[in-house]
């Protein structure tokens, strides 16, 4: 393993957050010893402690906290495991064993993966078997638990794979499933509380720990911020809105017209909301929206990427709760129809597939392949399509219904955790670069970090719900009691770590204060075991007296110690903010400036690739070497609809010969790849180039936020400004503008000292911009710096510049630009590095090819993104209102609502199609209706019918069972959290046992 070039590691410079994390940990890990050995002790007391040992290996029920010594070890050691978990997660993103690696858009690749493990999976199909006796509960029912797992499954596998290899063609798939994931939050939660009518506490506790267990304790150890992990906080928040939705009122739940009333409602206030930005802030006016440059999320404010995010599937969580109030005439339906002759069979679902195509084709068509940001402003309103469409025809036939993919459906069990462990131990640094364990063999690294990464993913998932299952029993005042006690503990631990960090403790006095507090703790929880169970009484307490006595001894001897041991880290370690700072507290601003033109290429075509981890060898690829700058500094390689927003409604001028109109061909093309740009400068300017003063490269569409790349032509560094004037743009640049010096070649030829060359460049760049200090507030000033001079390859022509001279150039250079403040540049781009060690990419010795020109834009964009980040309205795409939110069209709103009411008051998740359909090719089979579909299950629940059942129904009370037993069945087994299938909390004569079917180890 080895350190982060950079990075302190001194306990003094880790953020509070991470401190209060090991502060526990070892608080728990002193508790466990201890409990063990009066576990240890207890058994050797007890004439039946092998027979009881034995009985409580055989049971496979977890209980809820009994403060017993085997119920504390078992608690103990699950937080054990999870100790191990943070501690290898922390290590994979600040301490790895190897550089991590830099991930590679490799489409075959890709897809590849993609259909093998979609051929491997079909061939674990499951044929499922009847849960019981009773033929109400096969898996045959719609929408069964199987399916949704296997559903989840194959969907979070493209998601993954999607982050993996950065594959940005299946965007558009991935928004589409992602909005599918929120929908199940709505149909499953809003089937457990019209089944169950459990509005309690522990419910709600318990719903909120198996949501934000883990992402509670990877913010704190990872310092990350919540929205970060953005579908854990997506998905609490619509979990409340259907508490809260069946919760008030919740005597109208069972009626048949009422509950249609009230989810209406619901659905105006979200349009209200959501499409009208004022009163989203209003809504939400609590949640900051302080920017923070540079981060990955909430470059803009947390209650901007809020906006965002929720903005996205505003609509997915009101159409679950539709299509679960609307699940038992779906399956009366579903049964009639399958009861009908063959033909009247075929021809009612036919009806209902082709209307189903025929919109789907529309939006696969019209709707699917529009650009990513378009494309978003439209999901929230056209997604039920795809997931209509889908779930008709997975469920059509009864034997589909009866057949899952195995292995998708195990995949799907796990997805929370999958997603949270993605980011830092199958990917790293957030979910940007690549965990590497085996370096020179990438393909064999993917197997083996993905084995690890679902290994580890499935443990946090048994962690979860056991210690959910013990401290959250079913009995209320002990589960009020054990979460009170956890939030004192953890209270307690993050006030130590703040004071150790406040007193800048070392690390011997911070393990030694970790464990203090746990010999306390352990102290603490022995003398509850005791005193409950009255194990040895006087004996006991007079044992643990001198335990505690010889606790507190050697507590003073270790402080003594500590005071005279020197410090682990050296004296005078700079204050920055360890790994997990921010990075402001990380590295200087001019740090980051100055190390953002240093990378290296790589031989992807060879197994040079490998040493870099690239994950498949297959091309050329630039990389930044200073891995600590890259990610506390945010370095980013641009894709055009990122680098789109960053020059919209601005101007860039970039004054040079042939390598500045290079440069300005180069971030036009990033910007716009579609637009093509003259090849060189001669091919710009006509059959005479010094004729042409300037060209413009225009950026973004035609309209007034269309950006410019400017290029204005001078021959040598002292006609800077004139050069400026004479193109006449001074008095029409943007309020935001950048201003590039480029290369002189001219002058240079001429044999310019490199201090005169350097000094005429940075005052001239200076009188450009006190000229332009009142006019235009946020201008930014970059000098270029010359690449590499390859002498054998320079021909044709006679010319001073050789790759020594060139050298003291850029020494020069940056002699006069010093620390990047004041009058002097903002920014110095130096194209040595990437162009070093490359003849094979040179043109004629100083020119190169356009993949060097390419990166050298990127770049420059990364350096415009820190000097002056785009606005928010223009970050995220098309123009969105003032809130920046992704998706605000209230007219397509008002239709959602249309198209909501429709289904709601036909009762039918078709919007009426299906029963039209029925209507139209099975008259005399009966009439479907809601009493006849809801009768047993109310029943069941004893919930009030609010309506009399209809006499003539035809149709015998057989199916109403069924069609009870099948929506009941979801409530209990549908995911209803989306994340995984959150089985019931059954009480058993003892109030704390929870029914837990543990995940085999």
């Given amino acids: 393993m080895a350190p982060l070039e950079g990075v302190s590691y001194a306990a003094k410079d880790l953020p509070v957050s991470t401190l209060t994390v090991l502060v ?65 997660t922390w290590c994979a993103e600040n301490f790895p064993v190897f550089e991590h690696g830099q991930k590679e858009h490799l489409p075959d690749f890709f897809w590849f993966i993609c259909f093998m493990i979609l051929m491997f999976a079909f061939g674990s199909i499951v044929n499922d078997k009847p849960r019981s006796a009773d033929p109400g509960k096969w898996s045959s029912d719609i929408v069964n638990r199987d399916q949704t797992e296997e559903w989840k499954g194959w969907m979070q596998t493209v998601f993954l794979l999607y982050h993996y290899f950065h594959a940005a063609e299946v965007y558009n798939s991935v928004r589409v499933m992602i909005s599918c994931y929120v929908w199940m939050t709505g149909f499953g939660n809003f089937s457990f509380f019209y089944a169950k009518r459990d509005f309690g506490f522990v419910r709600f506790a318990q719903m909120m720990w198996r949501l934000n267990f883990s992402v509670f304790f990877l913010c704190l150890t990872m310092n990350n911020m919540y929205v970060l992990y953005y579908i854990c906080p997506l998905h609490t928040f619509y979990f409340l809105m259907v508490f809260v939705t069946m919760r008030v009122f919740s005597e109208l739940n069972h009626t048949k017209y009422a509950i249609r009333v009230k989810l209406l409602v619901v659905g105006v206030l979200i349009f209200l909301v959501w499409e009208f ?28 990427e809020w906006h965002f995010r929720t903005g996205l599937d505003h609509y997915s969580t009101f159409f679950g709760m539709i299509f679960a109030c609307n699940f038992p005439q779906l399956t009366l339906w579903m049964e009639r129809v399958e009861s009908l002759p063959t033909a009247k069979h075929v021809a009612v679902k036919a009806t209902v597939g082709s209307v189903l195509l025929g919109a789907l ?48 459906a195990s995949i799907g069990k796990y997805t929370l955790e999958t997603y949270l462990m993605q980011h830092h131990i199958w990917l790293t640094s957030n979910a940007k670069t690549l965990f590497t364990l085996i370096p020179g063999f990438p393909k064999i690294n993917l197997i083996c970090v993905t084995f690890i990464y679902f290994l580890v993913a499935r443990r946090l998932f048994r962690i979860t719900i056991v210690t959910r299952a013990i401290l959250i029993p079913d009995n209320y005042v002990d589960a009020l009691s054990n979460l009170a006690g956890v939030a004192g503990l953890v209270t307690a631990a993050a006030a130590l770590a703040w004071t150790l960090q406040l007193a800048q403790a ?17 102290w603490l929880v022995t003398a509850r075991i005791t005193s409950q169970q009255a194990v040895g009484s006087a004996t006991q307490a007079t044992s643990d007296r001198t335990a505690l006595m010889r606790c507190a001894m050697a507590w003073a001897v270790c402080i003594v110690a500590v005071a005279g041991v020197p410090q682990l880290v050296p004296v005078g370690a700079p204050l920055n903010g360890g790994p997990l700072r921010p990075s402001t507290d990380l590295i200087t601003p001019q740090q980051c400036m100055r190390r953002l033109t240093e990378g290296t290429w790589i031989d992807t075509s060879t197994r040079a690739c490998v040493s870099k981890n690239s994950p498949v060898c297959s091309g050329e690829s630039w990389v930044w070497t200073h891995h600590a700058e890259e990610h506390a500094c945010g370095y980013r390689r641009f894709t055009s609809s990122e680098a789109l927003p960053l020059l919209l409604d601005r101007d860039v001028i970039i004054i040079g010969d042939e390598t500045g109109f290079q440069l300005a061909a180069a971030l036009a093309r990033l910007a716009n790849p579609e637009r093509g740009t003259p090849a060189t400068l001669a091919a710009a300017s006509g059959p005479d180039q010094h004729f042409m003063p300037k060209f413009v490269f225009p950026v973004g569409p035609e309209g007034p936020e269309q950006g410019r790349v400017v290029f204005v032509r001078a021959d040598t560094s002292d006609q800077l400004l004139s050069a400026f004037r004479k193109a006449h743009i001074d008095n029409t640049i943007r309020d935001q503008a950048m201003v590039v010096a480029a290369v002189f070649e001219a002058e240079l030829d001429a044999g310019t000292p490199a201090l005169v060359y350097g000094s005429q460049v940075v005052s001239g760049l200076a009188r450009i911009q006190n000229s332009l200090r009142e006019t235009v507030p946020h201008l930014g000033t970059v000098a270029v710096a010359p690449g590499e001079v390859y002498d054998s390859k320079v021909v044709e022509r006679e010319t001073g510049l050789t790759s ?32 070093a060690g490359r003849p094979s990419a040179t043109v004629d010795g100083l020119h190169f090819t356009p993949t060097t020109y390419a990166v050298a834009a990127e770049v420059l964009a990364n350096a415009y993104d820190r000097l002056a980040p785009p606005p928010p309205h223009a970050s995220k795409g098309p123009k969105k209102g003032s809130g920046g939110g992704v998706a605000i069209s209230p007219l397509r709103g008002l239709a959602i609502l249309v198209l909501a009411a429709s289904m709601l008051f036909f009762m039918d998740n078709f919007g009426g199609l299906s029963v039209l359909s029925f209507a139209l090719f099975a008259r005399g089979f009966g009439v479907l209706t809601w009493e006849e579909s809801v009768s047993v299950l109310h029943q069941n629940i004893e919930a009030d019918t609010k309506s009399s059942l209809g006499a003539a129904t035809g149709f015998s009370g057989s199916s109403a069972s069924r069609n009870a037993v099948s929506y009941s069945q979801v409530s209990q087994e549908v995911s209803s959290d989306v994340e995984d299938p959150n089985a019931p909390m059954s009480p058993t004569s003892d109030p704390r046992v929870v029914q837990v079917e543990l995940a085999p180890q």
């Fill in 361 to 408: 084709y529309w939006w696969v068509t019209e709707i699917f392949p529009l650009p990513k940001l378009h494309f978003n402003s439209w999901n929230p309103y056209t997604f039920m399509i795809p997931l209509l469409a889908y779930l008709f025809f997975r469920n059509s036939t009864p034997w589909l219904r009866t057949v899952h993919l195995g292995i998708l």
């Fill in 24 to 88: 526990m940990l070892l608080a728990n890990a002193v508790t466990l010893v201890r409990v063990k050995g009066l576990q240890w002790q207890q058994q050797r007391q007890s004439a039946g402690g092998d027979d009881e040992k034995k009985g409580v290996k055989a049971n496979k029920r977890v209980t809820g906290l009994e403060w017993t010594a085997e119920s504390v070890a078992h608690l103990c050691s699950e937080l054990a495991v999870l100790s191990a978990i943070l501690g290898y």
């Fill in 804 to 835: 020594e001279n060139a050298a003291a150039y850029r020494s020069a250079l940056w002699e006069e630009a010093g620390d990047l403040s004041g009058d002097r540049p903002s920014f110095v781009l130096d194209l040595v590095h990437m162009t």
């Fill in 277 to 304: 930005d004022a009163l989203f802030k209003v809504a939400f006016f609590m949640i900051p929206n302080t920017p923070h440059p540079g981060a990955a999320v909430g470059a803009y404010g947390v209650q901007y």
């Fill in 506 to 522: 070392s690390w011997p006095f911070v393990i030694l204060m970790g464990l203090s507090f746990g010999a306390v703790l352990a």
